[in-house]
């Protein structure tokens, strides 16, 4: 499960440094980043619950 949120946050990193209008728009590629920082906390989120649920 938290596959697809790491997988959300690379595609939204990738965006924002790949996209041309991305770099352009400096408010652009601060939401881009912002929504990877996001993914990757709920990626390590759902890990550590599932960690903790596997124990």
């Not at 946050?9 to 408010?27: F, I, K, Q």
């Not at 390590?44 to 903790?52: A, I, R, S, T």
Request: contains cysteine; proline residues 2%.
């Amino acid at each position: 499960m938290s596959a697809l949120f790491a997988a959300l946050a690379a595609c939204c990193t990738v965006a924002a440094w790949l996209v041309p209008w991305s770099r352009a728009d400096s408010r652009t590629f601060a939401r881009l980043m912002g929504a990877g920082v996001v993914a990757w906390i709920a990626a390590e989120g759902v890990l550590f619950l599932g960690g903790l649920l596997a124990r």
